[in-house]
């Protein structure tokens, strides 16, 4: 088991150069320790093609062994150059599932009657497709830069860039599996909807993991910031629905 970032070793009698007596706060950058393979040693960001083409397992890795242990080797290989690579997949394959859907079960959108005004029929379209362009990567900085700030006043010491890649993965798989799911006829709506919830449920929790491990953080402080930041992006996307809205019936 790998302990948390900021912990004395056991056995070695030493503890991170950066909680020696100079007084200053603990960095991002030295290495866990795990008592079965030793110091993780920072890595370094990959070749573009190389983090691609690793991608799948990643995404594997991460959500089938919740915890912040896993994250900890992921820290070195962030990189702005993949996290806009796996936020560009995320939306451009979200966003034509979405516009494909319109096109393929139209009466899903404005067949019901739940939604009888022609204005939020038109704004859930667009919102749903095209919008999703917009929408995806603007609710994602606004959530990584609340939680970035939220994690900092509690006393975390993390770097965005790594608490941007991190998070994508476990973010894109849940967000292109949902999407996924949205193309199957009749059900695909329902299923979508439900495992949404699950998937936004277990992400929240993956999110506390990779905050402690970005951020150095305890795990009473790691969620608090995890919470917040997530009843946040819950509001912020239906503030943006209904502005959508608004925008949509003024044209």
């Known amino acids: 088991m790998v302990q948390e970032p900021g912990q004395k070793h056991s056995g070695n009698g030493h503890e991170p150069a950066s909680r020696r007596k100079s007084g200053r706060q603990p960095r991002a950058s030295y290495p866990a320790w795990s008592p079965d393979i030793g110091f993780i040693p920072p890595g370094r960001p990959l070749p573009l093609s190389e983090a691609v083409r690793q991608l799948p397992r990643r995404y ?43 096109l393929l079960y139209p009466e899903a959108i404005g067949g019901t009657d739940s939604v009888s005004s022609p204005a939020v029929t038109q704004a859930l379209k667009s919102g749903t497709s095209l919008g999703l362009l917009l929408l995806i990567p603007l609710l994602f900085f606004f959530a990584m830069g ?21 998070t994508l993965l476990f973010v894109t798989p849940c967000g292109l599996i949902i999407s996924m799911l949205g193309m199957i006829p009749f059900a695909g709506s329902f299923l979508s909807a439900f495992l949404g919830v699950i998937l936004f449920a277990y992400c929240v929790v993956l999110q506390c993991f990779a905050t402690v491990a970005v951020h150095q953080m305890q795990g009473g402080k790691a969620t608090a910031a995890t919470v917040i930041t997530a009843l946040s992006l819950i509001l912020a996307s239906i503030l943006c629905l209904v502005l959508w809205t608004a925008l949509s019936n003024l044209v």
């Open 60 to 102: 594997r890795f991460i959500l089938t062994r919740p915890g912040f242990e896993p994250f900890l080797p992921e820290l070195g290989l962030a990189g702005w150059n993949i996290v806009w690579v796996q936020l560009l997949i995320y939306t451009v394959v979200a966003a034509g599932l979405a516009f494909l859907r319109t």
């Open 146 to 166: 609340l939680l970035y700030w939220l994690a900092r006043a509690f006393g975390g010491h993390g770097i965005f860039v790594q608490q941007a890649y991190t």
